[in-house]
């Protein structure tokens, strides 16, 4: 007899409630028993395509149900990073990788939205019922943390749950709608490309990660000299001695236009602030950064005053993030550049998790008086560079 495929799994099911209700297995226990039935491992690893040689993450791996299976699949030359949060989870990796000698299994224990993966290292990564174990607020940088580990162009598999009324085994709560996953891989620069449809309890998402996209530059051509950049403003609490304009620049024998902030820190108060350190003259823009900048890059005419050049980054979470260039020492033009996951001083705000998660909507340069209560500060061609560094 040939039966649909819901028929047959909804007997699969029943039978092994039946099985379990027996044994007195618990909920749990019941849905592991089963798993062949309703995963179908062969069907799901063929999806994956993946060849000889290559490198998976296999994120929030457990005990290891797909890693055994994703090591054969990318043979000795190839490599499985085992991720988990749970070094039990590791540990009962390790003795099953000695006990059938299995050599390209690598464990990471890793941290809730950090996979602790290299940057770029590999081709593919799959993220099995896991997202249903991890807290709202953490999914979209376990995401993000997850694109980062890929290739660009690599891919990353999501299989979980779906999130139906009153579902087998799970609270309807816990489960993470399909609709959710996409949005949040979007945020960090996966893509959806694919989909299956044969799973019984689950859906299976394909993404890829993409290229980097062009860096964003604002490099104030559009505007009339003069006139403050529309989008900018100039801040701090004697803002109005201070003034933000687009100036004409001769560089390097081509004339352009850059963002000029002429800061005056006088009558400036200083509540708040460690003496001496005056934080004003702001320069800011709200413009939406796409893509999932790693790096802000900005072209910096120093005035040689010694104040401190901070740039600040606001983003998804409304979080804000300080990172410290350092004093401005110079005089002409010099390219700073911030890592914007690291080196910051401090950051704060509503959604305040420490994780910058993108899209970033703020960017603002900002002066602090250390030393000269005047200056003046040219910026151009603030680019939001889209690759991790070292690349
Ligand atoms: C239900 S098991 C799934 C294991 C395996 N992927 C599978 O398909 O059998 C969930 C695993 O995710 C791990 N986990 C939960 N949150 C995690 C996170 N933020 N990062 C990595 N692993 C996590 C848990 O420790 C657990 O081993
Ligand atoms: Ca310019
Ligand atoms: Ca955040």
Redesign the pocket.
């Known amino acids: 007899m040939r039966c649909s495929s819901r028929f047959r799994w909804y007997f699969a099911a029943t039978a092994a409630i039946v099985a379990g209700l027996a044994s007195c297995m618990t909920a749990p226990e019941l849905w592991a028993a089963g798993r062949n039935d309703w995963q179908q491992p062969d069907r799901v690893m063929a999806e994956l395509h993946l060849r000889p040689g290559q490198v998976v993450g ?6 290891g ?2 890693t055994f299976r994703i090591a054969k699949a990318v043979g000795k030359e190839g490599k499985v990073f085992a ?4 070094e039990k ?1 590791l540990e009962a990796i390790k003795s099953r990788a000695e006990k059938d000698k299995v050599t390209n299994v690598q464990t990471v224990r ?1 941290e ?2 950090d ?1 602790k993966l290299d940057p770029g290292c590999a081709d593919a990564a ?1 993220l ?3 997202l249903h ?2 807290p709202q607020e ?1 999914r979209q940088p ?1 995401l993000g943390s997850i694109a980062k580990s890929l290739k660009p162009g690599g891919v990353l598999f999501v ?1 979980d749950l779906r999130k139906v009324r009153n579902p087998p085994f799970h609270t309807y709560e816990q489960l993470v709608a399909r609709e959710e996953v996409i949005q949040k891989g979007a945020a960090v620069g996966l893509k959806l490309d694919a989909e299956y449809h044969f799973l019984p309890y689950q859906y299976f998402l394909r993404f890829t990660r993409q290229k980097p996209q062009d860096s964003t530059v604002f490099d104030f051509e559009r505007y009339p000299v003069d006139l403050a950049p529309e989008g900018w403003e100039c801040r701090g609490s004697n803002g109005y001695a201070s003034k933000l304009s687009v100036a004409q620049e001769q560089r390097n024998a081509k004339p352009t236009k850059v963002l000029r902030m002429d800061y005056n820190f006088e009558g400036h108060l200083a509540e708040g602030y460690p003496a001496g350190t005056r934080r004003s003259c702001i320069a800011g823009t709200w413009e939406q950064l796409p893509g999932v900048p790693r790096r802000v890059r900005v072209d910096v005419k120093g005035d040689g005053s010694g104040n401190n050049l901070v740039i600040a980054v606001g983003e998804a979470s409304v979080e804000w993030f300080d990172y410290e260039v350092g004093p401005i020492g110079w005089t002409g033009w010099r390219t700073v550049e911030i890592d914007i996951d690291e080196h910051w001083r401090g950051n704060g705000g509503d959604g305040a998790n420490g994780v910058v998660e993108a899209p970033l909507f703020f960017v603002s340069l900002n002066v602090e008086q250390l030393a000269a209560p005047r200056g003046t500060i040219c910026f151009d061609n603030i680019a939001c560079i889209q690759e991790p560094p070292g690349k």
């Open positions: 296999d994120v929030g791996c457990g005990t149900y797909f991720v988990d949060i749970s989870a890793s809730p939205t996979t799959v099995c019922l896991v174990h991890v953490q376990l299989i």
